[in-house]
């Protein structure tokens, strides 16, 4: 199993990134899929998820109304569109799948808001 992410890098605040995770080696359309981030020197925190099917999704208080997750089944792909961003938003940002007892996560990308 592989989840492979991208799009990471330094923007403006303000500015907007659009992340990708791209799934190989599970059944993708069964996982529900999320988004985590970790800053330097605090604890992993969840941002964002989204079902199986992408008919349902929640985010953290602390991204609501700037983050939006989706999901491509047919691409084995799940995204991550980050508008208004700030500088507290950064941090390396992990994809992570679950189906019952099975969870796999990628190896990151990070994401700078610096002016």
């Known amino acids: 199993v592989q989840l492979v992410e991208s799009g990471g890098g330094l923007v403006q605040p303000g500015g907007s990134l659009r992340l990708s995770c791209a799934a190989s080696?599970?059944?993708?359309?069964?996982?529900?899929m999320s988004w985590y981030r970790q800053a330097p020197g605090k604890e992993r925190d969840w941002v964002a998820a989204?079902?199986?099917?992408?008919?349902?999704?929640n985010y953290a208080d602390s991204v609501k109304g700037r983050f939006t997750i989706s999901r491509d089944n047919s691409k084995n792909t799940v995204y991550l569109q980050m508008d208004s961003l700030k500088p507290e938003d950064t941090a390396v940002y992990y994809c992570?799948?679950?189906?019952?007892?099975?969870?796999?996560w990628g190896q990151g990308t990070q994401v700078t808001v610096s002016s």
């Open positions: 989204i079902t199986s099917a992408g008919g349902s999704s």
């Open positions: 080696g599970l059944s993708f359309r069964w996982y529900g």
């Open positions: 992570n799948a679950v189906w019952g007892p099975r969870t796999y």
